[in-house]
């Protein structure tokens, strides 16, 4: 059985205690720090964004503020992976050129920017523009320009569709941006391999980790808000051996 090891706190605190060269995928999904932008605009969602995604910390900073903090959390990010090892973010598409810089800075090369497109979106304002169907997500390599990817000798497009997150999967609680493990273990089984060490800093409710475990390879994750990571430590413990090294 793979292990486990997470830990309810912010991410730069816990990226610390993690060994350097030890991890071969880093496949996350930060708050793409949207909270000021979205509370100037007369929508719908200023009231979800302060429900929803002020505990994340990360959400509700100044630009400059939000460019320190993920400046701190690609600089940890560089030390703990392998040379070689990759690195998936889930990002705002206004925020990628921003990112791209920030993990060029430490080394990440980058690959490409691909699309998650949900099948079956909410329907929200549909009346009034269009239905908000797609989340991209970039792709990078450590200090080399290739890493793990194993595609068969299939073509892999960067584009992936799947529904959103399905009810069984937050038979634990819910997540206001929780990914479906149908869209995560693809980026598990194509960017590691079996008993290699993937880690979420900002792990939500756990779907990296859980694909990561099913598909027997060990996680490390944290998360800052008590609830989610609660919901996470059960997810995970199905599938699991927790190490509680960290």
């Known amino acids: 059985m793979n292990w486990y ?27 793409y720090n949207l909270g000021l932008f979205m509370k100037s605009r007369e929508t719908n969602l200023k009231q979800m964004r302060s429900n929803f995604f002020g505990s994340a910390g990360w959400d509700n900073l100044e630009f400059e503020e939000w460019i320190e903090s993920m400046d701190d959390f690609f600089a940890e990010a560089a030390r703990t992976v392998k040379v070689g090892g990759s690195l998936i973010m889930f990002m705002s598409l206004i925020k990628i050129e921003t990112i791209i810089k920030l993990a060029e800075k430490h080394g990440f090369y980058y690959k490409t920017t691909g699309i998650w497109h949900k099948l079956n979106p909410m329907p929200r304002n549909m009346n009034l523009h269009f239905i908000n169907s797609t989340e991209a997500w970039l792709y990078f390599v450590y200090k080399k320009h290739t890493g793990t990817f194993n595609n068969d000798g299939k073509a892999i497009h960067d584009f992936f569709e799947t529904s959103v997150t399905p009810t069984g999967e937050r038979k634990f609680g819910k997540h206001p941006t929780q990914k ?29 980790g859980e694909a990561a475990l099913i598909l027997k390879r060990n996680f490390i994750g944290s998360e800052i808000n008590a609830d989610y990571f609660q919901i996470s430590n059960e997810r995970l413990s199905l599938h699991g051996e927790q190490k509680n090294e960290l």
């Open 180 to 208: 479906p493990l149908a869209l995560m273990s693809q980026f598990v089984r194509l960017l590691s391999n079996e008993n290699d060490t993937v880690m979420d800093p900002f792990m939500g409710s756990g779907s990296s």
């Open 5 to 31: 090891d997470i830990q309810n706190t912010d991410c730069i605190s816990a990226m610390h205690k993690v060994k350097s060269d030890s991890v071969d995928l880093i496949l996350t999904d930060p708050p």
